[in-house]
DNA sequence: GCAGTTCTGTTTATGTTATACACAGTTCCC
DNA sequence: GGGAACTGTGTATAACATAAACAGAACTGC
């Protein structure tokens, strides 16, 4: 494991050399992972197996070994591509808070258009060059506010999980389906709030409440909750600056 | 699949009444899903599956089928069992912060004694009366706030999502291993950045800057934030409602 | 009390997975 | 030109979920 750890690293940072003996390859590991991602992309991470991504050129499943370590590999390569290159945001004026917006606004963006990206960025995975970029990105947003480095990088994992965990809820369904799927699910729930209502009298309150017409503000309201009390805390580090000199 | 949806919520919401005819059934729903928690807590989730729950039992993989349609009710089952009965936090005083603050720890500490639970949770799912418990009592601590039942709904997605998302960074290896794989990762995430530093000079001069120490805040640094901003929040409504009365 | 019905747990089988291994053909280096 | 290195393939294995059919057990209605 620590073997494929380290090939995986390679194949993620490293230059891929081509050796110079044997036959011409017929594949480039950029065309398997557009492969992958184009599979993941209109049918989910779960269609993507090896066989079906081999499927794709007409090449055997054993084939794609030849270019990748195995299937883990496969969907590193294709998360790190499907990020692209990280957001300069260095145009964008009116300080921390604005940028930091537009990070996370990307993000989602980003995150919409590979919802797959989700389930392939759990864990203590090996880490490509467009993960990382994109978070000394977000980091970059909030360096001349005073605050130090572990609460930068706390607060990137705070807005990176927001967005994160909106689009869960948003975009975990094929987009395909998700219009009835969500629906029905929606239809579910309130089935159970009639009939169970009593136990859970808070909740049932407030979905009374709430117009149905609010349904994506999700991901802003969030983030601006989070931005305003970062607002704060930097607010004392700047006054905490002031008294110091 | 809708029947299936229709079952799996007959499992977690109904009462399993037991047919008359026929012989006893050797095991019980309770039990299985214990096992299957028991798996799930010791090995991942990816070590439960069917056959392996039924060994539990020293029971045939399909002998499951007579209590379980499927995995992904299993999972659910296991999922509701695990969360437990939620918190009730009338007696905490001070008002909606401890109120809330409380729940995310209880939350936290749960997730903590089951991190598969966090992979069982994700996607539109059937949903269990623990689950909804768990949403029921955190809308409870902010209903007396002024704010808008939307509001309340997008803040409990913000709260529950900052601490899966902490707990998604911290818990996802099987805690016999997580120190050293840890370990490993921030070895090689580290190494990466000595070698490409110039790619990512926002990032590697906020890890210079964080002390090794600060690792564990990550949780409560977010949710001060996030409660923070909130705070202003519903500050702001309660001028609004005193200037309008 | 007994026949028939219903239910349980098992056996057997199917279709997916990922991936290990050995082989035949191809291409280049020396 | 011969050997080494490399490619794509064929074959094989071990998990996995789950469908279908079956033998035996236990209860219901007579």
Redesign the interface.
Known sequence: M?KS?DRS?ELL?GDRARPSRGPKPALTVEQITAAGIGVADAEGLAAVSMQRVAGEFGFTTMSLYRYVPGKAELVALMLDTALGEPPVLTAITGGWRPRLTEWAERLWTVTEKHPWS??AS???R??G?NE??W???A??TL?ATGL????????V??V???V???A??TL??PAAQRGL??H??AA??TD??RT?GD?????L???????AA?QD??LA??L??????????IADRVRQAAIRR
């Open positions: 620590a750890a690293i940072w989700l389930e759990v864990g203590l090996p880490i060059p990382l970029g978070t000394d990105s980091v970059g360096t130090t480095g572990s609460e930068i990088l706390d607060t994992v705070v990176t999980g927001h994160r965990s909106i869960q809820q975990t369904i799927t969500e029905q699910w579910t729930v159970l709030l169970h136990r859970f009298p808070s909740l309150a407030a979905m009374a409440s709430a117009t609010g503000k999700g309201f969030g601006e909750r989070i931005l305003d009390g970062l607002g704060l805390l």
